[in-house]
């Protein structure tokens, strides 16, 4: 989303709700326009009263339920109009048309979150805050986010350290006391909320499930199984799974991506040799290796597939029967067990991702500054640090803005 000014004053208006056909859809308008496009877009519309439902009826065809909001007091700022009617593709395309017809404007990615932000409806950092919830990929996730106090008490405070630093450091040069600053209880704070923003951008991102081991193992089956119908095709014949497959999976309130990979085998088919490869790669970036095969790594699941044959399982591993449903289940909750342990046993603390470039750019400069041996060399590398830290607390430019906004979804 491309934003060239700090105030937009025109309406803008967006599908709130994910596209498709569903039971109810949410269109969301913004801007001094709302309700007189709003009151064009139906049959005898009523006298409109500030936060009370209106049950009306619309021109493009059924009913619906109008909210109104109106400025200064709504999610941004502006009047602000919800429109929640019957999830019908056809209608809310129609509806969405009559709109533009109107002399509206469609939003931009997290345009109503940037007008909410520019009309001092909410922080910078709490707009990043709902975004992260809203994609969100465990419960766990969504506490540690909502849970974590505001970020800038703990860079006011970081910037404290650092100016005391320089205070030691002056009367260092000063008086040659050649005294220890607290330059180590700096260095390690920084480095403390540096590793949870790095944490918190792992979080960010869907867990990689992978299905490993050799060619007619029964991964695919099992891949059928945990989906719960056949996405992936099934044969006895040997490698079978030339390209991966992967899905998304939300188990227990956990989501991640189940891969299901070709078998890995010395074979002297191109094609498959390729699958091989790409199964070796995916194996380095997993998360959770659901392992055919004994395998050591702190990753793995190991497990005995097949058992609905009498096949015995081997000692440590979890018996799995895809055809008969045995142990598919103890699996899915085991693998979200251990996502839950592998990623929240050292993450408590949610970090924007805008922070992490911040971190990790104080991280550098506190390097730099161990490693000096003067004080007045130490000394120019923590007030660099003190001015980047005061930057970032003031209102960051326009051109982040856009930057930042552009990752939200349509219509929030």
Not at 12 to 24: E, K, Q, R
Not at 55 to 84: C, H, M, Y
Not at 86 to 104: A, H, N
Not at 237 to 258: C, K, M, Q, W
Request: charged share 25%.
């Amino acid at each position: 989303m491309q934003i060239s000014a700090p105030v937009l004053d025109d309406t803008i208006f967006a599908l709130a709700t994910p596209p498709g056909t569903g039971s109810v859809a949410i269109i969301r308008l913004s801007g001094p326009e709302s309700l007189r496009a709003t009151r064009s877009l139906i049959r005898n519309p009523p006298s409109f009263r500030p936060r009370h439902a209106h049950l009306v009826r619309l021109k493009a065809g059924g009913d619906a339920i109008v909210l109104w909001f109106k400025a200064p007091n709504s999610f941004t700022g502006e009047d602000v109009v919800e429109i929640q009617c019957t999830g019908s593709e056809v209608l809310t395309s129609r509806i969405l048309k009559d709109l533009q017809d109107t002399g509206l404007r469609p939003a931009g990615p997290g345009e109503f979150s940037y007008r909410a932000v520019i009309n001092g409806r909410m922080t910078l950092e709490q707009a990043e805050r709902l975004n992260a919830s809203i994609n969100a990929h465990t419960v766990r996730e969504v506490e540690i986010i909502e849970s974590t106090p505001s970020l800038e008490p703990k860079l006011r405070t970081i910037m404290s350290m650092a100016l005391e630093v320089l205070r030691d450091l002056e009367a260092d040069i000063e008086f040659q006391e050649h005294s220890s600053p607290a330059l180590e209880t700096l260095t390690s704070e920084i480095g403390r909320l540096a590793t949870q923003g790095r944490l918190t951008e792992k979080a960010s991102r869907v867990p990689l499930v992978l299905l490993y081991g050799p060619p007619n193992c029964g991964k695919s089956t099992l891949f059928n199984a945990m989906l719960g119908f056949e996405r992936a095709i099934v044969s006895p014949v040997p490698g079978t799974t030339r390209d991966y497959i992967e899905a998304e999976l939300t188990h227990r309130g956990t989501s991640f991506r189940l891969v299901d990979t070709a078998g890995t085998r010395s074979t002297t088919d191109t094609i498959e040799a390729r699958g091989v490869d790409m199964t070796m790669r995916l194996l380095r970036d997993a998360d959770i290796i659901v392992s055919f095969v004994p395998s050591e790594d702190s990753r793995a699941i190991n497990i005995t597939a097949k058992t609905d044959t009498g096949i015995t399982p081997a000692p440590g591993t979890l018996p799995v029967s895809s055809l008969t449903g045995e142990g598919v289940s103890l699996l899915m909750d085991t693998i979200t067990e251990r996502l839950e342990q592998s990623l929240y046993r050292r993450w408590d603390t949610w970090i924007p991702a805008r922070a992490l470039v911040l971190l990790e750019e104080l991280e550098g400069i506190t390097a730099k500054a161990m490693s000096e041996d003067l004080p007045e060399l130490v000394s120019m590398h923590i007030m660099d640090l003190v001015e980047r830290i005061r930057s970032w607390l003031e209102a960051p430019p326009i051109d982040l803005y856009g930057e930042i906004f552009s990752k939200f979804c349509i219509g929030k």
